[in-house]
């Protein structure tokens, strides 16, 4: 199965590469996940990424290996935004995600939504409001179990996250989240993230990010941090 998602990855990044026009971009970021003492899932994580932009659609594909699992991602998403020239410009984005994990030997775990968001952005401050939402499923397969068959749960994603510009060379974004790029926990595990690029060039850009998962909400527990995940990476348009 590990060969399988590998083999996946490479075909995705050549169809993101070779049949969608516009600017692309590559991205790699190292980090640590974990370190909280409330979780046994820590470790360094390595993630590499390809990313196309055009003016009304963004697709990716992006890989990472952290604590023992490998993790594919796949969202796309086409756009539309309106008064580009006033002061407020208002999009709405819609889409759909992939998502697949080899979480151990003999078990396998992929994620389908499709994706929808709205987007406030202020022209003279550079600023942006996102509120992003899906529905879609979580499937889990057991492999060791013969016979058995997949365990499916509807699952839905949430975030909602400021973004801003500051003399188009520093973006800083943050929000709350139930899930993360690479990370498709219960819908009750909000994450609050911190994200730092800073563009050394027009094609170079390097990025920090801290991100801060918590427990779920329940009636009976208090939530506490369960892993606290950073990050640097470098990208470069080509």
């Known amino acids: 199965m590990r060969k399988f998602l590998l083999m996946a990855f490479f075909l995705s990044c050549f169809l993101v590469n070779k049949i969608f026009a516009g600017q692309t971009s590559l991205s790699f970021e190292t980090?640590?996940?974990?370190?909280?003492?409330?979780?046994e899932e820590d470790g360094v994580c390595v993630s590499w990424e390809i990313k196309k932009n055009a003016d009304f659609w963004n697709v990716s594909t992006g890989i990472q290996y952290a604590a023992g699992s490998l993790d594919i991602t796949v969202p796309s998403e086409v756009f539309k935004t309106f008064f580009k020239d006033s002061y407020f410009s208002p999009s709405i984005f819609g889409g759909v995600l992939y998502h697949a994990c080899f979480?151990?030997?003999?078990?396998f775990m992929q994620n389908e939504f499709f994706t929808s968001a709205i987007q406030l952005r202020c022209n003279p401050i550079n600023t942006s409001l996102k509120l992003f939402g899906g529905i879609g499923f979580n499937n889990i397969f057991v492999y060791s179990i013969r016979g058995s068959d997949a365990v499916s749960d509807f699952y839905a994603l949430f975030s909602v996250s400021c973004s801003t510009e500051i003399n188009n060379i520093f973006v800083i974004s943050t929000g709350l989240?139930?899930?993360s790029y690479y990370v498709y926990d219960s819908f009750m595990?909000?994450?609050?993230?911190?994200?730092?690029?800073?563009?050394?060039?027009?094609v170079l850009r390097l990025s920090a990010s801290v991100n801060v998962r918590y427990t779920s909400v329940s009636a009976e527990e208090n939530m506490q941090i369960d892993h606290i995940d950073t990050g640097v990476g470098i990208s470069y348009a080509l």
Not at 31 to 39: A, D, P
């Open 31 to 39: 980090g640590n996940t974990g370190g909280t003492g409330f979780s």
């Open 177 to 179: 989240s139930s899930f």
């Open 103 to 107: 979480l151990s030997a003999d078990s």
């Open 189 to 202: 595990m909000p994450q609050f993230f911190v994200n730092a690029e800073w563009n050394l060039t027009s």
